[in-house]
């Protein structure tokens, strides 16, 4: 007979066993772009510390975790981020360039001491003016509901999806970081494409990225979101060509650079210089028209004065908000006015966070509102842009095309 202390520990190591899943790995793993989505991507790595040689393996075969088979290796640079103050964790990151477009590549990365992922994969995007597809919320969290609505987001294959600002509500503090943790768990559980791909992530600074601390350096406000999300682009906004029909202006609410002056005169030029893109898009946290929130709010009532003019001229699209919590889409507007070929505006940030509520009477300027949580799914075709808005349950809550 086994004495009861024997299998009260062997029960201890299965669970243990079971837990951790077998092989360690690197901490994070996830993908964003800093080039053409059609030709590169980054893969970002955590890693537990600073280690000698992170290495990638990558193939556009699979060869199912073999790092012998995969025809083309790298080893990665470290980067140097504030995160490593929390607990000596590592960046490492591939950015790829010179990649096929519309191809699938399979990969894994890691190192010796700290183990390797299993086999992982993802796709450039196609370019030319071929359909993409692309989910939008903001205000996430990382309750129930926003594994929900993710879970939801990930079933709709898109190709990446693009996140309006406060992510996991960490608010810039090193000692929230379990949060990032649990919301990359999330992300990598739910949002993989139906071939199995890890979806990118683009993100838009929100006021909860950002701490209280009294500081002109960036790097110390928004230690995590930084560290994480920082090499999207030069500044803490910025642009992003996806295909020949579409460009994305990935704006900055005032949190960590103010939306007038260097970011407005920034974005004047980029409209300028994507003025010929058929079909444009902003995104960004704090709405020019707010739905919970006053009309007359500050953020918004600048945001209206410094882009809404800029958006007017080049005819933006649709414009991506969030912050408030709730659901709307405007009417098409212009010069602060409902037009026939206006701006559209959907929002507003309730990808995960508890809706609040709307006004009894519905704002001049939406078309619909509501008190209820959701995320957009975006198709974009060269005949037209049809957005969905669908909520925790899986229902459509809204469908429009624009054409
Ligand atoms: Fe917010």
Request: proline share 5%.
């Amino acid at each position: 007979m086994y004495s009861r202390r024997f299998v009260v520990t062997a029960a201890i190591f299965c669970v243990l066993a079971v837990m951790g899943g077998g092989a360690a790995e690197p901490l994070h793993t996830y993908l964003t772009y800093s080039d053409d989505p059609t030709t590169s991507i980054d893969i970002n790595v955590f890693i537990e510390r600073k280690v000698p040689k992170v290495t990638l393996f990558y193939d556009t075969e699979s060869r199912k975790g073999e790092q012998a088979k995969y025809a083309q290796q790298m080893d990665l640079p470290y980067i140097q981020t504030m995160l490593e103050i929390l607990d000596g964790r590592a960046c490492y990151v591939a950015a790829l360039k010179n990649l096929k477009p519309n191809t699938l590549y399979y990969f894994v990365v890691g190192d010796e001491k700290y183990g390797y992922t299993v086999e992982r994969s993802f796709r450039t995007l196609p370019g030319g003016n071929a359909p993409l597809r692309f989910i939008n919320g903001g205000d996430m969290g990382v309750s129930r509901r926003t594994e929900k609505l993710l879970k939801l987001a990930g079933e709709q294959d898109p190709d990446f999806g693009i996140i309006g600002g406060d992510i996991p509500y960490s608010n810039g503090w090193l000692g929230e970081y379990k949060d990032w943790e649990r919301w990359f768990k999330n992300w990598d559980k739910y949002m993989v494409g139906r071939d199995g791909r890890m979806i990118p992530i683009v993100t838009a600074v929100g006021n909860h990225e950002v701490n209280h601390y009294e500081t002109d350096r960036l790097e110390i406000k928004s230690p995590d979101y930084l560290s994480l999300f920082g090499r999207q682009g030069s500044a803490t906004y910025h642009s992003r060509r996806f295909s020949d029909d579409v460009v994305f202006f990935v704006l900055d609410s005032g949190h960590l650079a103010p939306q007038d002056g260097a970011q407005a005169e920034w974005l004047a030029q980029e409209l300028e210089k994507y003025r010929d893109v058929k079909y444009k898009f902003a995104c960004y946290h704090v709405p020019l028209y707010p739905t919970h929130r006053p009309y007359d709010g500050g953020g918004s009532e600048l945001e209206r004065k410094c882009w809404g003019p800029l958006f007017d001229k080049y005819c933006l699209t649709v414009s991506f908000e969030a912050h408030d919590h709730v659901f709307k889409r405007s009417k098409p507007l212009k010069g602060n006015q409902v037009v026939e070929n206006g701006t559209v505006y959907v929002g507003d940030g309730t990808f995960g966070v508890d809706p609040r509520e709307v006004d009894p009477t519905p704002r001049w300027y939406n078309e619909k509102e509501g008190s209820y949580a959701h995320f957009w799914l975006v198709n974009v075709r060269p005949e037209g842009v049809a957005l969905k808005a669908i909520d925790e349950d899986g229902n459509e809550v809204d469908a429009f095309t624009l054409r």
